[in-house]
């Protein structure tokens, strides 16, 4: 296990006995026109409650796009974070 940390289970693990689909009521699909916008409404510093309002959108999803924008290296950390400076 990484970084020294001691195992979080010292005997071998149960199997599963009831499984659940996380996120399952977020909607992930966004169209490409969508997300190439929402990068430029980033960038003007709205925040991520104006951006969900804009689209209509839980403010969840919208996140979750634009920790996919950044992982793509479209959007970086700006001041003020999620909320950032405009509202």
Known sequence: MGRGRPPLHLTPREPRKKRVIVLE?????????????????????????YIAEYYDRDPDEVLLALIHLGRNEMISSRKGGLFGEKS
């Open 25 to 49: 009521d977020l909607n992930f699909l966004w169209d490409e026109s969508e997300l190439l916008e929402m990068a430029q409404i980033w960038k003007m510093g709205f925040s991520i409650h």
